[in-house]
């Protein structure tokens, strides 16, 4: 099964294009709950596309993927960790407000260190991707557990290059 080709409406098929849509549904319900206007999202190709766009997107990008179960599995891993960053402050920006959570970020970041935030935003990456590297390293090429390791991978370089992204924004507007 992992290296293989699902056939269209296979048992396989229909569970990888549930994990599929199961994970990209907690990404979305996760986005939603901590910002339901998308003012604090960091894809800007998201944020364009809006939720209506964004979710036939996904829907389309399930169906596609779930044919290679080791892609599926990737994009599954990488997306469930996304979810679970974002839940972790959701229940913050929410009860703040997208607007007044935005202007606490932007003077909780001009008052520390940029070089030290980026540190610990490195720190914080690089030990997660450390993870999925190790299970890169000592699991055999197309196996699930290579599949995992490489989704570890994908969430920790989508964390640093999403929040470089934001950081770099935020920096160019403040001055």
């Keep these: 099964m992992t290296g293989a080709f699902l056939p269209f409406a296979s048992r396989s098929y229909c569970a990888m294009l549930a994990l599929l849509l199961f994970a990209r549904g907690m990404d979305f319900l996760s986005t939603w709950l901590a910002t339901p206007n998308l003012v604090l999202e960091g894809n800007p190709l998201a944020k364009k596309l809006?939720?209506?766009?964004?979710?036939?997107?996904?829907?389309?990008?399930?169906?596609v993927f779930a044919f290679w179960p080791l892609t599926a599995i990737i994009i599954i891993t990488a997306g469930l960790l996304v979810a679970a960053h974002n839940f972790h402050s959701a229940w913050l920006m929410r009860s703040m407000?997208?607007?007044?959570?935005?202007?606490?970020?932007?003077?909780?970041?001009?008052r520390a260190r940029l070089p030290f935030y980026f540190l610990c935003l490195l720190g914080e990456t690089a030990l997660t991707g450390l993870v999925g590297a190790a299970l890169l390293c000592f699991s055999e090429l197309e196996s699930v557990p290579f599949a995992i390791g490489l989704g570890i991978l994908a969430y920790a370089v989508i964390v640093l290059f999403?929040?470089?992204?934001?950081?770099?924004?935020?920096r160019h507007r403040m001055g």
């Excluded at 809006?50 to 169906?63: D, F, Q, T």
């Excluded at 407000?97 to 001009?110: D, K, P, T, V």
């Excluded at 999403?162 to 935020?170: C, D, I």
């Design 97 to 110: 407000g997208e607007e007044a959570y935005r202007q606490w970020f932007l003077e909780q970041i001009s």
């Design 50 to 63: 809006g939720w209506k766009l964004g979710g036939l997107a996904n829907a389309v990008l399930c169906l």
């Design 162 to 170: 999403y929040t470089a992204l934001s950081l770099w924004r935020l």
